[in-house]
C-alpha cells in the first residue's frame, strides 16, 4: 500500500466498461500513468487527487477526490509530457544501428519515418489507455511481429505505469478483415471510453479486396494502423487506415516480411532488441533476406508455425494464443525443445511423403508439381497446415528439381501456389490468379505473393479452376 504524504493529481484519460463498478479499470495520467479500478465511478476527463493507491496484484485507488475536470488542451499536454519519455527519435536511432549490418537494414532507412509516426499514434493510445486491439496473422511471420510489440509494451509499462492497460491479441486465420472480424471490433470498442481514439493494428495480412468495405466504414469509429508486405492491388482504399505501412510502397517488396515490418515498429516503441524474431519471420516467409544456416531462426519458425497452427483447434492444448504465450515458450529452453522436436518429426515426414506423392507436370516456365494434401495422412494436432507446408515442400521441390519449380497443392476449396523468386518475375501468379478470378464464376477469392499465393473455391468446384490454372501455367495435361 503507498500512503502519499501529499495526494497527486491526475487526469483520468480512459475507462473500461464493467457490470460491477469496483471492476472498472481506469486511465490515469500523472507523473506515472496509473491504470487501476477506482472507489468511485469516475468520467474521461475528470482531475482527480490521488490519496492511497494499492499496487499489490490488480491496483486499487483506496482514497480519492474528483478535484475538477480537464480540457482537451490539458489532456494533450498530460499525455504529450509522457510521451517525451517514450522517445521515439532515438529508438530510431538506436535500432538503425543494432541492424547496420543486416541486409535489410537501407529498407528500414526507407520507412523509418512512416514507423515513427505510426508508433507516435499507437504510443498516444496506449500511453492514455485507449482500447487496442492486434490482429496477427496466423503463421510464424505473423505472430513474430506480435511478440516484438508485445515485448516493447511490457517495457513500456515498466518504465511508465502503475498496473497496465489490457490489449486484446487476436489471431487471424485469413487474409482479409472480414465482416465478421471488424463487427466483433466494433463491439469490442464500445466496452471502453477514452480521451484518445482506440486503435486496431494490424499485421500481414488484410491487404486484400475481401478487406475493403470493412476498411472504409470503420474509419469514424477506431484508426487503423496496419503493417503489411502482400501487394496491395488497385483501388485498395489506403483512404480508411491512418497509418498503413506496406513495404511494396516504399520500394521494397515482399521480402521486407511484416515480421520486420512490426519488430522495427516495436524497436521505435521501446529500446528493445527483436533481432531473434526478425530471423525467425524471415525464415518463416522465405524472404531472400533470410539466413536459412541460421539454425535459431529455423527453430523458432517451425515452432511459431506449429504455435500458430494448432492454437484454437478443437482438443488442442492451447485455446487462443497470445504473444506473452509463445513468447514464454520460445525462452524456456526444455519447452522450446520439445516442440522443436514435435513439430520437426511431424513436419519431416510428411514432406518426404509429399515429394513422393507430388506428380510432375511440364509447364511452359517450369515444372509443375501437383499434390492433393488431403490424400495424406491426417495429423491429429493439425501441423503442418497446407499453406506452410506447401512452403516447406516447395523448398525441398527445389533442392531435387531446381528453380524452375512450381507446386500447386489443393485440399478441400483452396489451391495454394509456390514458386521461387528466380522465376516469379517471369510467371506473374498474381496476374494469373485475377484473371481466373474474373472469369471463372467459382473461383471466389484469392491473392497473397508472386511467390506464395492461393485461391478460395466454391465448394465442389475446385476440379475446374485447378484446371483453369494449370492452363495459365502453360500445362497440357
Ligand atoms: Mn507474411
Avoid at 44 to 57: D, F, L, M, T, Y
Avoid at 413 to 433: F, Q
Wanted: proline fraction near 3%; hydrophobic fraction near 40%; charged fraction near 25%.
Amino acid at each position: 500500500m503507498n500512503n502519499f504524504d501529499h495526494a497527486f493529481e491526475g487526469i483520468v484519460t480512459s475507462a473500461s466498461s464493467a457490470a460491477d463498478q469496483r471492476n472498472i479499470v481506469y486511465t490515469i495520467l500523472s507523473d506515472k500513468i496509473i491504470c487501476a479500478t477506482s472507489p468511485m465511478l469516475l468520467d474521461v476527463g475528470n482531475i482527480v487527487a490521488i490519496k492511497a493507491i494499492n499496487s499489490e496484484g490488480r491496483p486499487r485507488i483506496e482514497e480519492m477526490e474528483i478535484i475538477g475536470s480537464a480540457t482537451q488542451k490539458e489532456i494533450e499536454d498530460a499525455l504529450g509530457r509522457l510521451l517525451e519519455k517514450v522517445d521515439i527519435k532515438g529508438n530510431i536511432a538506436k535500432a538503425l544501428e543494432r541492424h547496420k549490418s543486416a541486409e535489410y537494414s537501407k529498407g528500414m532507412h526507407k520507412i523509418s519515418e512512416a514507423i515513427g509516426k505510426a508508433a507516435l499514434a499507437f504510443a498516444s493510445a496506449y500511453l492514455s489507455g485507449a482500447h487496442i486491439i492486434v490482429r496477427f496473422h496466423n503463421d510464424c511471420d505473423g505472430i513474430s511481429g506480435a511478440i516484438s510489440i508485445n515485448r516493447a509494451l511490457a517495457k513500456l509499462s515498466d518504465m511508465l505505469m502503475i498496473g497496465k492497460p489490457y490489449v486484446s491479441w487476436v489471431m487471424q486465420r485469413g487474409i482479409e478483415y472480414d465482416a465478421e472480424s471488424a463487427y466483433s471490433d466494433i463491439m469490442e470498442f464500445r466496452n471502453y471510453a477514452s480521451a484518445t481514439a482506440p486503435i486496431l493494428l494490424i499485421t500481414d495480412f488484410g491487404t486484400a479486396p475481401g478487406s475493403g468495405e470493412q476498411l472504409r466504414n470503420t474509419e469514424k469509429q477506431y484508426k487503423i494502423i496496419m503493417l503489411d508486405h502482400h501487394p496491395p492491388y488497385n483501388g485498395f482504399p489506403r483512404e480508411g487506415i491512418i497509418n498503413y505501412i506496406n513495404s511494396w510502397d516504399y520500394g521494397l517488396d515482399s521480402s521486407f516480411t511484416a515480421g520486420l515490418l512490426s519488430s522495427f515498429f516495436a524497436e521505435t516503441l521501446a529500446d528493445i532488441d527483436t533481432r531473434d524474431m526478425i530471423k525467425a519471420s524471415l525464415v518463416g516467409d522465405f524472404s531472400e533476406y533470410a539466413d536459412r544456416s541460421d539454425e535459431l531462426g529455423q527453430k523458432l519458425s517451425i515452432v511459431l508455425d506449429y504455435l500458430t497452427s494448432i492454437a484454437g483447434r478443437r482438443g488442442s492444448s492451447i485455446e487462443k494464443l497470445t504473444p506473452s504465450y509463445a513468447d514464454s515458450l520460445i525462452n524456456n529452453p526444455e519447452k522450446f525443445a520439445s516442440t522443436f522436436y514435435l513439430a520437426s518429426s511431424s513436419l519431416n515426414e510428411l514432406l518426404d511423403l509429399g515429394v513422393e506423392r507430388a506428380k510432375k507436370l511440364n509447364g511452359d516456365i517450369a515444372d509443375i508439381f501437383l499434390l492433393d494434401f488431403s490424400e495424406l495422412p491426417k495429423s491429429e494436432s493439425g501441423y503442418p497446415l497446407p499453406g506452410r507446408y506447401s512452403s516447406r515442400l516447395q523448398e525441398k521441390l527445389e533442392a531435387i528439381n531446381g528453380p524452375r519449380t512450381i507446386l500447386v497443392l489443393h485440399y478441400g476449396s483452396y489451391i495454394t501456389i509456390r514458386l521461387p523468386r528466380a522465376i516469379s518475375g517471369e510467371a506473374k501468379l498474381l496476374e494469373k490468379i485475377n484473371k481466373i478470378l474474373e472469369s471463372s464464376e467459382y473461383a471466389e477469392s484469392g491473392g497473397g505473393h508472386n511467390e506464395a499465393a492461393s485461391i478460395k473455391v466454391v465448394k465442389d468446384n475446385s476440379g475446374e479452376v485447378l484446371a483453369m490454372l494449370l492452363k495459365e501455367l502453360g500445362c497440357h495435361t
